[in-house]
């Protein structure tokens, strides 16, 4: 396997354990639940790595940051459960898997699982989404969204879309049930990593909010805003974004 059909396959295949552990978890605790669907999607995800790319490093949000990833020439970056609010609420959808590879300063391949929609978005060609002739939708989260996402909303006189995890989110950009998706403060990389690979393979324009460029493999894991949107719309949103 490529790179790319590899972080097809562990984010899919991720996302289907997740989907077991669910319905195995269905009658326990919410905190069971989340606790259940973190570990045994990052033992899964680690394990994987290690038998199929046993020289690359991994950055993981339920692992320890090991320093050696600062040196190394490939590193996984991924999020085995984003959304883990979401996973634990039966019924709901919006929720994903996160599985990047950063090689070189530059994200080369990615995959976001929506395991509850049956659905794997995957790098290296990734469908632009469709036209839409409505008021630019900006997704949020569906509590305190960020005063910077209610702004952008004013000034294109858009609307907002409620959903769950950045992933989400970001897929709904991909996907065209969205058009912005901005957010201030309280991200890692593993948060966009993956969903901005694929973003980028569907054309979309990513940054941070003041425009300028993601970068990825840090010495510091956080990266607290992130811009994607269609591309005809970002000079507009940064014209705000960039003033917060």
Request: hydrophobic letters at 45%.
């Amino acid at each position: 396997m490529n790179d790319h059909e590899l972080a097809e396959r562990l984010a899919t295949r991720t996302g289907d354990l997740l989907l077991d552990v669910r319905a195995d978890f269905a009658d326990a605790t919410v905190e069971e639940r989340k606790v259940a669907g973190d570990k045994q999607s990052h033992d899964f995800l680690m394990a994987e790595l290690a038998a199929h790319r046993p020289g690359d490093a991994v950055l993981s949000e339920e692992g320890v940051d090991d320093p050696v990833r600062l040196s190394a020439d490939r590193v996984w970056i991924v999020d085995p459960l984003d959304g883990t609010r979401e996973f634990s609420e039966l019924g709901r959808d919006d929720w994903a898997v996160h599985v990047a590879l950063w090689q070189a300063g530059e994200l080369v391949a990615g995959a976001v699982a929506l395991p509850a929609q049956n659905t794997t978005l995957f790098t290296p060609e990734v469908a632009a989404p469709r036209a839409f002739d409505g008021p630019p939708r900006v997704v949020v989260s569906r509590t305190r969204p960020p005063a910077v996402a209610l702004a952008v909303r004013d000034a294109l006189d858009g609307t907002l879309v409620e959903m769950g995890s950045a992933g989400a989110k970001v897929a709904a950009v991909i996907r065209g049930v969205a058009d912005v998706y901005v957010h201030a403060g309280g991200q890692y990389e593993w948060d966009s990593a993956a969903p901005v690979a694929v973003a980028r393979a569907a054309g979309l324009h990513t940054s941070r909010i003041d425009g300028s460029p993601l970068v990825y493999n840090s010495a510091d894991p956080k990266l607290p805003d992130l811009l994607v949107c269609r591309p005809e719309l970002a000079k507009r949103v940064l014209a705000v974004t960039a003033a917060q």
